[in-house]
Every structure is written in C-alpha cells, then in structure tokens.
C-alpha cells in the first residue's frame, strides 16, 4: 500500500499510547487502533482516567476516542485491517539466560511479529517503534517471510519492515511529538523499502515538516536510538561525576555547567546535575550497547558505555551516604520524608526511578520512610519497593515505609526531607511552606535537594541545615564541613 488508511499499533503503553494518539488527532483521514495483551490497560485508555499520565495527553484522546482512534484487545482484527503497523511492545532487559542483566528481552517483539505473520490477510508495512538491538528488523523480516501465506486471489503476502525510533521523553512527551526534532525512518535500501519509508513519511508530513524527517538505512536508524539515548545518559553522568568533585572543593556545579554550557560546541541543555537518572530506557538502552559491543567483539567500547551506568550507580550510593553521615552515622528508626517518588516530573512513571533505590538503600538502615509524590499512586510504589530483587522482605516494607498524600504531612516528625523528584510544587513551595514544614519536624532538619529545585539559600533562613548536590561545603555552616 503506498497511501495508509489504517493504523494498528501493537503495545498501548508509554509510547504506542501517546505516538499513536498524537497520529490519530494530527491525520483525521486514518483510522488508529491501538491493541494490547493487557485488557486492564485497554480499559484504563477507555476510561476517564488514562493509565499514563502526561500533560496533554488527555485533550488529545478526548478529542480522536471513538472518531478514528480506538483502544481494544482485538488484535486480530485490528491487524487485518491495518495497512501499517506500529510495533511498540516493551523490551525489556533480560533477567535470565543468555545476556542476563544486559541484552534487550526480544520476547514481546517477536511474539507479536509472529501474529502479524499468523493473522494478516493482505500486505503491511511493519514499523518497528520499540527499542531494539541493531539488526533486530532482520530477525523480523525471517520470521514474516517464513510465515506469510497467499491473500484469498493467490498472491504472496509482502510484508515491508521499517525503523521508526521513538525520541518522546515522558513528561513533554505530547509536546515532543507535537513538534520533533526529527522523525527518523530506517529502510532497505530496495524500492518496496523506499516506497514503505514514502508511506509512513507521508503519515507524519501531516504535521511534520519534511525538513525534519530523516530517512536512512535500517541498521542505522535502530542503531540511532541507543546511540542517542547513551549519549544523553552520558552528560548526565559526566556532570554528575562533576558533581563529586564540586562538593569535595567549594565549586558549584550549577556554575560549571553555565560556564560549560556557553560553549557552544558543548550547549547549556542536559548538563543538570542530580541524585542519578532513571526511567525505563537509557539504562537499559545502554545495557544493550554494552551487550551489542561485547557481541561484536569490541569490550573497550562496551567497559566505556558500561561506565556511564557504574557513574549513575555511584551518584545515587553517594548521595545516600551522604544523607546518612549527615544524620550522625545513623538513620535507625529516623523518620525520612521522600518528597517524589516518579524517576522525573510530569509523569507517573517509577521504572528505575532513584527513589527506588534511595529508599531501599535507607531502609536497609532501618529508617521510616515516608513518601509523597503527586501523581504515583500508592499501590505503585508499595509494589516498586517490595518487588523482588528490590527487597527480600516485603512484610517489613510495609512496617517501614508510609505513603503521605502532601509534601506537608510526609515531612511531619522527620528529621530529614530528600527531594528525589524535581517536581514544580516543591520548587514553587513558598518560604512560609517551608517554614511550616521546619517547624513541624525534628531538629536539627535536614534538607537533601537531590534535584537542586529548591533555593537553599530559603530554606536556610528558615532554619534548615541544606544540602544540594554539587554545591560544595565550604559556603555553608560548618555542619557540611
Ligand atoms: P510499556 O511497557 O509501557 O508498554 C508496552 C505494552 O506492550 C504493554 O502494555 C504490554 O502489555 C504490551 N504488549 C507486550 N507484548 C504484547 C503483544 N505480544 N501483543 C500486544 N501487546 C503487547 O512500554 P513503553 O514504555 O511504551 O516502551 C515500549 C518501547 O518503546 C520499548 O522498546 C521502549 O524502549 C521504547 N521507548 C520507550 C520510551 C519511553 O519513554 N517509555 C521512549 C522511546 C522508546
């Protein structure tokens, strides 16, 4: 087909959700079903409240639901229908077997590359969305040409298999695919692959200005994606190594990173310190690099990508240690207030969130945790720290950790507030809030900025003793020293 009619997107998740939602509000002419295994999630996208949480996100599905866009578990059908498929399952890192703790879980995608094969009844264009190793469209293409079969006039099923990474970040992901900065579309070099990559460059040409679509060659595109987010992964460990040595000297990294920044070969954007990242991709993404390098032979180039995972590692036991220190070697039965919860702000997701870690790290130092965020729900983050592999004894959890419902009543009593989340409401609290807050808990009260939201320098006229990450001790009472 060289003019899309239908879109079936497989994988109603962070991505197939809003990308698909995004297609189907910006080109009315296209009928968009989005599919999943998960009846639960299906439903949740056909209720009032979405099972991903993104600014915009709601007006855009009140808008297309029920006119061309569609939410359903009827894979089959929204298969045949289709005349391109988005494929946007999760891959996940393996947890067992060969390239455990590594490798890209190609599970998803192929189960659904096998549907696709099983069930079409006439030619597609199959776009890989997720994320996936290079060369994983090759592994696809064998499993659809083995098992295609004729359409009811006795002609071959052709099947068209392109890349098509997603760059959305959670939290301005309607922004981002609003207006990319580029869409990326991998090919084989052959004519039914070029005129596969026309179609789908003619879907997003409905908003995007040709100038920013980028048609390559398959292995680039898929190559493209962990490139780029190992790359992003990269400054915020390089700055976060910065960090380190900012707080060990009296340098300020804020001020190191404007002044880097103004070089305009390096950019201001990206080079935030914190806490550590999260979410679901870079260090998974990179974890595949890591894997995909050492498969091909190239260990020097895998340890140098697998040092941008060490640094975030070290960044979050770092900052941990820190709070515990501070808190006179011991945080045993302290009451710690853990203000965010989700990996970033604007969303609710806590996939590989430094929260995570930071609370497993003070409960094993027998703190009471209590957490606030605003969008995660209870539920969430109960099943994020007793999950296995996180904790060993989910009972204890439960006797240790309390989920408060405003920054006010997490802080009640505690001795400490660690700001894991950057989100606008702990940036926008007020002196008079903060004041509130250091009145309410134990003192002395410690505030740990793993963010560098909130202004220190409030927060000590309050009373706080502060710290932020990357500002060194030397500016600050002698308690830092
Ligand atoms: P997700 O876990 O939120 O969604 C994946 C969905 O696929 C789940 O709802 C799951 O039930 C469904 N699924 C799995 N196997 C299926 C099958 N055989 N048939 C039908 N549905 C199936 O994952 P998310 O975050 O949307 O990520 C999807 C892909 O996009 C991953 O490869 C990820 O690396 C990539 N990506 C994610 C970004 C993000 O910000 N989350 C950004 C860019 C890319």
Known sequence: PTQVRAICCIGAGYVGGPTC?????????????????????????????LPVFEPGLDEVVHECRGRNLFFSTDIDAAIQEADLIFVSVNTPTKTSGVG????????????????????????????????VPCRTAASMRTILESNSSYTADGTLISFQILSNPEFLAEGTAIRDLLAPDRVLIGSLDTSQGKAAAK??????????????IYETGLWSSELSKLAANALLAQRISS???????????GADVDEVAHACGLDARIGPKFLKASVGFGGSCFQKDILNLV???????????????????KMNEYSKERFARKVVSTLFNTITMKKIAVLGFAFKKDTGDTRESAAITLCKYFRQERALISIYDPKVTTNQIMLDLTEPGVVDDAEQVKKQVTIAKSMK????????????????????ASPQDWAEIYASMKKPAFAFDGRGVVDAKILRAVGFKVHTVGKGPLIVDPIWA
Request: hydrophobic share 45%; charged share 20%; aromatic share 8%.
């Open 21 to 49: 939602s995004v297609i189907a509000l910006k080109c009315p002419h296209i009928k968009v079903t989005i599919v999943d295994v998960n009846p639960v999630r299906i439903a949740a996208w056909n209720s009032d409240v």
């Open 100 to 131: 455990k703790g590594f490798a890209a879980d190609l599970h998803y995608v192929e189960a659904s590359t096998r549907r696709i094969a099983s069930v079409a009844t006439s030619s597609k264009i199959i776009v890989e969305k997720s994320t």
């Open 199 to 212: 179609a789908l460059s003619e879907v997003y040409q409905n908003w995007v200005n040709p100038s920013k």
């Open 239 to 249: 700055i976060n190594s910065l960090s380190a040595i900012c707080e060990a000297t």
């Open 291 to 309: 894997y995909l390098s050492e498969s091909l032979g190239l260990s020097e180039v895998a340890d140098y990508w697998h040092q941008v995972i």
């Open 409 to 428: 009543e997490a802080c009640v009593d505690a001795e400490a507030v660690i700001i894991c989340t950057e989100w606008d409401e702990f940036r926008d």
